[in-house]
């Protein structure tokens, strides 16, 4: 089968996307590995190696709040042109022009350290990773599938929690300013080796991609609100949080936020406007952004100051926060290789981190026994980080629309961006009242608790977030009060109180649950059955994924019978949704299999069931009706009869290619017109060639769209995907994994039935 994300691009109809070669594609993930690897590494190496640059710059500590200021200024500009560079001038022209920029940002910190070098290259550094970010997420959809979309955005996890491990180990060896410019040489040296590369063997295959016009006002109140709010929350520290000037910058961004909000409403009631991505999408992306960059924060402060103050040193801080990332690695590949639900992958990962975050308060005295300790709940943090990211990137970016690809990838580093300025706010971790103590690293670890309590509450389930919310408090009350033995029974029994009834609730809504799915699996078996392999002179393969998985039950319907007339197959839908649709499917399948028993004629058939649907209709729903398709196979192996109710058309592949059949199309059943006349429709003949699959679907398949809502293109993809003369089994396996590539959810039932001409048992020996 054809490569997901050549073959994707092959089938985006007139965006004009030209097909990447798989050395290319091979070549643009190692790219993104790096981009992601870059985005961590940088930014943490660059904040443990800072108090060695600020004492070899003369820097006090608004001297270094004020850099910070420049750099984040600069970030939040680079994201606002970046995100609408990518849409005017394409990835590929951004990519090198980022990789360049990196490159020359890395030649001026490698050289003679002065004030201006430190911060062009600074400058030209932080510019380069926004960009190479911005660009790589927005890769990302645009050459893959969304039901890939998972797993690359899980690898892009991988790379970006190694990046951080690579850069605390390798950041924890920079003792001299010499050799943190060496590194930066490094770093310059390898970017051009990447440039020239990416130059020569990377084409550019979206020069033609056209983007939607963001809303200017729109644009605008969004980077106000990075500006004014990282801005307020970075000289929050200096000038204090009660000063007037803070509190007015905080306040416009507020109103800033309500203008954009304000725009995006009235945006999405004009009909001359494409709708932005939806609330539910960019909302808990915003929120899981912030949190993280929050996290990050706290953590790099936090954890080397409780290390060291029990008796560890560097290397062993360097190990504990080492562990975080090995513990980011193994959430990704579990986010990559388990289909955990968006909504379970937050309950479970968010509370496990800020239940590491609580224990990380818990660090005993002695190096190897601090190290051991924080590392264990540093791991626990970033396994549970992870775990609930991966699914959450991975829905916001298959849910983009490709139109708006540069508009909005940038939420993502922008959110972050604006939680580490969030974390930095706090004046413990604002570096301007020397370095973090004991105590400043309990604050921001009970600060950083919260956040992602909060974040659990708002993403997850709200019973897991408010478990470990007071599981924290309850820890809260024994580590930082003078608790005696019986606080310490009472909260211990108040705990196992606690988490027994969470265990309670959790067993019985998971029986619950699986009674329900016992209950739909039973319903699906029993109205839907399974197609046989082989029936009579055909051999067949058939599909059945109803969109509602609560039911098991939607609106389609297919079956195939063996009856003293022939083989008989019946495919079609139901107009409408919901239970009494599951009633009309049932009583549409139970008429087929009776009728086709005891009806000769194939045209009778039809004009039964179209009777049994009208008086369903005449019953509940008067606008009721149902397309039908109806095959059937008598003596002759090559030859077909077929009566089409309104119905899409099958198709034919074979030696010739593909080709849809013109089979005469009268009105759905339930108009009850087909015996109007007293004369029973005449089945159309359809001659199935050895060498021929035919393909019979309902038009969900056709009707399957993308984030850009773009129709799903039979026909385009059995081309270029099937072979010549698929086997049955084959054909419908390729389609079920092509059709959720394109669309990473089903809103409407999908059904396929597949035939051939059945392969002659050769007779035994005499």
């Given at each position: 089968m054809m490569d997901g994300a050549a073959a994707y691009g092959a089938g985006l109809g007139d965006s004009g996307v030209q097909t990447p070669s798989r050395r290319s594609l091979r070549l643009m993930g190692a790219l993104l590995a790096m981009v992601a690897a870059l985005y961590v590494a940088v930014p943490g190496g660059n904040a443990l190696v800072e108090p060695l640059l600020r004492e070899q710059l003369g820097l006090d500590g608004e001297d270094a709040l004020g850099l910070r200021v420049v750099l984040l200024s600069a970030a939040v500009l680079a994201l606002a042109v970046v995100t609408r560079a990518v849409a005017a001038w394409g990835h590929h022209a951004i990519l090198t022009g980022s990789l360049a920029l990196f490159c020359a940002g890395a030649v001026f910190l490698a050289g003679h350290v002065q004030l201006w070098s430190y911060l062009a290259g600074r400058l030209l550094v932080t510019v380069a990773l926004i960009a190479l970010t911005v660009t790589g997420l927005s890769m990302v959809p645009a050459l893959h599938m969304p039901g890939r979309i998972r797993a690359t955005t899980a690898g892009w996890m991988i790379a970006m929690s190694g990046g951080f491990v690579v850069s605390i180990v390798v950041a924890s060896r920079m003792t001299s300013v010499a050799r943190w410019q060496l590194l930066m040489a490094v770093l310059a040296a390898g970017t051009g080796a990447v440039l020239l590369l990416v130059h020569r063997c990377l084409p550019d295959t979206e020069q033609h991609l056209t983007y939607a016009k963001p809303d200017r006002v729109r644009a605008l109140c969004r980077l106000a609100v990075l500006l004014l709010a990282a801005a307020g929350l970075q000289l929050a520290p200096l000038w204090g949080w009660e000063d007037d000037r803070v509190g007015l910058l905080l306040i416009a961004a507020a109103f800033a936020a309500l203008l954009a909000r304000y725009r995006a409403r009235v945006a999405a009631r004009s009909p001359k406007r494409r709708p932005d991505v939806a609330d539910r999408v960019w909302a808990p992306m915003a929120v899981a952004g912030a949190m993280t960059g929050f996290t990050l924060v706290v953590l790099i402060i936090a954890v080397p100051t409780l290390v060291m103050a029990q008796g560890g040193g560097r290397p062993e801080a360097t190990f504990a926060l080492a562990a975080f990332g090995a513990g980011g690695v193994l959430g990704a590949v579990v986010a990559r290789r388990a289909?955990?639900?968006?909504v379970a992958a937050s309950s479970l990962g968010l509370p496990l981190t800020a239940l590491g975050l609580a224990l990380t308060?818990?660090?005993p005295n002695g190096a190897a026994s601090a190290a051991l300790s924080a590392s264990a709940t540093l791991a626990l943090c970033g396994f549970g980080l992870m775990l609930a990211l991966a699914p959450l990137v991975a829905r916001f970016l298959a849910e983009i629309p490709h139109r708006q690809l540069g508009s909005s990838v940038g939420l993502l580093p922008g959110s972050i961006l604006l939680g580490s300025t969030a974390a930095h706010a706090i004046p413990s971790a604002s570096g301007l009242f020397g370095p973090p103590t004991a105590a400043d690293a309990h604050e921001l670890l009970w600060v950083g608790t919260i956040v992602v309590a909060v974040a659990a509450l708002l993403l997850g389930r709200p019973v897991v977030a408010l478990s470990v919310a007071t599981a924290?408090?309850?820890?809260?009350?024994l580590v930082r009060a003078d608790a005696g033995p019986a606080m310490a029974v009472a909260v211990a029994l108040a705990m196992g109180a606690l988490v027994g009834g969470v265990v309670w609730?959790?067993?019985?809504?998971?029986?619950?649950?699986?009674?329900?799915?016992?209950?739909?699996?039973?319903?699906q078996r029993a109205v839907v059955r399974p197609i046989p392999?082989?029936?009579g002179l055909l051999r067949l393969a058939g599909m059945y994924a109803p969109a509602g998985a609560d039911t098991g039950v939607g609106g389609d319907f297919l079956e195939a019978v063996r009856t003293p007339f022939g083989t008989r197959i019946l495919i079609g839908d139901v107009r409408g949704k919901g239970l009494?649709?599951?009633?009309t499917v049932t009583d549409l399948l139970g008429c087929f299999r009776s009728q086709a028993h005891e009806t000769a004629e194939l045209g009778e058939l039809a004009a039964r069931l179209d009777r049994q649907v009208a008086r369903a209709a005449a019953g509940c729903d008067e606008e009721l009706f149902a397309t039908a398709l109806l095959v059937q196979q008598a003596d002759h192996p090559d030859l077909l009869e077929v009566v089409n109710c309104g119905h899409v058309a099958p198709i034919a592949l074979g030696p010739g290619g593909l080709r849809e059949i013109d089979v005469p199309s009268l009105l759905p059943l339930g108009f009850a017109t087909l015996d109007a006349t007293c004369e029973a429709p005449r089945p159309a003949p359809l001659r199935l060639d050895g060498d021929t699959t035919l393909l019979l679907y309902t038009d969900g398949l056709s009707e399957a769209r993308n984030a850009s809502g773009e129709f799903y293109p039979i026909a385009a993809r059995l081309t270029r995907s099937a072979p010549s003369a698929p086997d049955p089994d084959d054909l419908i396996r390729r389609l079920d994994d092509d059709v959720r590539?394109?669309?990473h959810r089903l809103n409407d039932d999908i059904t396929l039935i597949a035939l051939s001409q059945a392969t002659p048992t050769p007779a035994p020996c005499a």
């Open positions: 289909s955990v639900t968006l308060h818990i660090v924290a408090g309850l820890q809260y009350l609730l959790r067993s019985e809504q998971t029986g619950r649950l699986n009674r329900a799915q016992e209950s739909a699996a039973a319903l392999r082989t029936l009494g649709t599951v009633q590539n394109w669309t």
